[in-house]
């Protein structure tokens, strides 16, 4: 799972952030509201912990031009704004969830996990599985047809993130920015590379054939292209 972290206080960004990987998310943490806009419309997250009070551009903008542009990760508004206006006008324009500071830690993370819960985002926990694929997510382990999938990774991420949106189109850039970030040195030609080590992984299974690719689109995991 991905979050995103729009806060400017860098002590409490510090904090959130560590404990969050802590409880076994990856994150990614802006500091002011012109970089967490950007992660917010072009980066691929589960979940945005955004601050409303922001240098540059406020929460409530990345809020409005996230919904705008049909952006429908779930959104928690993290801020020490408790009057009764901010909390409406937040929910109203698309948050999903509002925190005041000062908060428990406690509450933010079940609170993190009802979200994720609630907009159908997978559960750490939870077994993924489709035809002959099976993911344990917590324990970052895959099987198919019963039998252990040897992966690295990056591997593990592009097969899991291609069973959260099976039978679904995903782009390579959708995939880039995923699994490497938008920080990421590495070229978004990676992800033609990782599609092929991953299908050389599943090959022996005859399962190599479920990605499909799309011409001048991207990928679909789909059954119906194993023959």
């Given at each position: 799972m991905k979050l995103l972290?729009?806060?400017?206080?860098?002590?409490?960004?510090?904090?959130?952030?560590?404990?969050?990987?802590?409880?076994?998310?990856e994150v990614t943490e802006c500091h002011n509201g012109e970089e967490g806009l950007h992660h917010a419309l072009y980066g691929e997250f589960d979940l945005i912990i955004l601050?409303?009070?922001?240098?540059?551009?406020?929460?409530?903008?990345?809020?409005?031009?996230?919904?705008?542009?049909?952006?429908?990760?779930?959104?928690?508004?993290?801020?020490?704004?408790?009057?009764?206006?901010?909390?409406v006008k937040g929910l109203t324009i698309g948050a999903d969830d509002y925190v005041v500071k000062p908060f428990e830690i406690a509450e933010l993370i079940v609170r993190v996990k009802?979200?994720?819960?609630?907009?159908?985002?997978m559960n750490q926990e939870e077994q993924v599985s489709y035809g002959p694929i099976a993911i344990q997510?917590?324990?970052?382990?895959?099987?198919?047809a019963g039998e252990e999938l040897i992966l690295t990774e990056k591997e593990f991420e592009l097969l899991e993130y291609l069973l959260?949106?099976?039978?679904?189109?995903?782009?390579?850039?959708?995939?880039?920015?995923?699994?490497w970030g938008l920080d990421s040195e590495a070229g978004i030609g990676i992800v033609e590379l990782y599609i092929h080590y991953l299908r050389k992984k599943l090959s022996p299974w005859t399962a190599d054939q479920l990605i499909?690719?799309?011409?001048?689109?991207?990928y679909k995991l789909k059954l119906q292209s194993m023959l």
């Open positions: 972290i729009v806060e400017d206080d860098l002590a409490i960004a510090y904090t959130i952030a560590r404990v969050m990987r802590d409880e076994g998310y601050d409303i009070m922001l240098p540059h551009v406020d929460g409530f903008k990345i809020i409005q031009e996230a919904r705008r542009w049909k952006v429908d990760t779930p959104i928690l508004c993290l801020t020490a704004r408790d009057g009764l206006n901010d909390r009802v979200l994720l819960r609630r907009h159908g985002k997510v917590r324990n970052r382990a895959a099987t198919i959260m949106n099976k039978e679904q189109i995903v782009t390579k850039e959708q995939i880039y920015n995923r699994i499909q690719t799309v011409r001048g689109l991207g």
